[in-house]
């Protein structure tokens, strides 16, 4: 005995609905949202799992970008300024631009820029860099470090990296 496809077997719409269900259609349960069961999700909803994940996905890619970017700046940060405490210790020692320049670049890595001064008892050395971040199409993010050293006893006075510093004036001249 067969029956029509639209009606369901006795007893089944009470079962049925006593659950919260609405009645067997042709196509699978009645729900109040669209077509359930056998014949899948309603039609107005095909694909909006998939321009969800599609929206997350941007989202997360985009955040995490945005966190490794600070990292990578404060990191930079940290490196020049450790550069720049490196170089101050060679130039208050007497060590010749050249030298400072290499003792900041060393720590600071390739890239960096390096200006020093001694003068007035101090050597000031400033580095410069700058750091691209993870996402195409933003601009560099410029770090400076600057790190200032007494100069040690016996250590010469005078012009360190192309910067002038007369000795006893106070500060250096040209130091930033």
């Given at each position: 005995?067969?029956?029509?496809?639209?009606?369901?077997?006795?007893?089944?719409?009470a079962a049925?609905?006593?659950?919260?269900?609405?009645p067997?259609?042709?196509?699978?349960?009645?729900?109040?949202?669209?077509?359930?069961?056998?014949?899948?999700?309603?039609?107005?909803?095909?694909?909006g799992?998939?321009?969800?994940?599609?929206?997350?996905?941007v989202?997360?890619?985009?955040?995490?970008?945005?966190?490794?970017?600070?990292?990578?700046?404060?990191?930079?940060?940290?490196r020049?300024?450790?550069?720049?405490?490196?170089?101050?210790?060679?130039?208050?020692?007497?060590?010749?631009?050249?030298?400072?320049?290499a003792?900041?670049?060393?720590?600071?890595?390739p890239?960096?820029?390096?200006s020093?001064?001694?003068?007035?008892?101090?050597a000031?050395v400033?580095?410069?860099?700058?750091?691209?971040?993870?996402l195409?199409?933003t601009?560099?993010?410029?770090?400076?470090?600057?790190?200032?050293?007494?100069v040690?006893?016996?250590?010469?006075?005078?012009?360190?990296?192309?910067?002038?510093?007369?000795?006893?004036?106070?500060?250096?001249?040209?130091?930033?």
């Amino acid at each position: 005995m067969t029956r029509p496809p639209d009606r369901a077997a006795p007893g089944e719409d009470a079962a049925r609905e006593a659950v919260g269900r609405g009645p067997v259609g042709r196509r699978g349960l009645v729900a109040r949202g669209g077509l359930v069961g056998r014949g899948g999700p309603a039609r107005r909803d095909a694909g909006g799992v998939t321009a969800e994940l599609a929206l997350g996905l941007v989202a997360v890619v985009v955040a995490l970008s945005a966190v490794l970017s600070v990292g990578r700046a404060v990191e930079a940060q940290v490196r020049v300024v450790d550069a720049a405490t490196a170089g101050a210790r060679a130039a208050a020692r007497g060590a010749s631009p050249a030298d400072v320049a290499a003792a900041a670049g060393a720590v600071a890595g390739p890239g960096a820029g390096t200006s020093s001064a001694v003068g007035g008892g101090r050597a000031v050395v400033v580095v410069r860099a700058r750091v691209e971040l993870l996402l195409p199409g933003t601009p560099s993010l410029p770090v400076v470090g600057r790190s200032t050293a007494a100069v040690e006893v016996g250590a010469g006075e005078g012009a360190v990296g192309g910067v002038a510093g007369a000795a006893g004036d106070g500060p250096p001249s040209g130091a930033p």
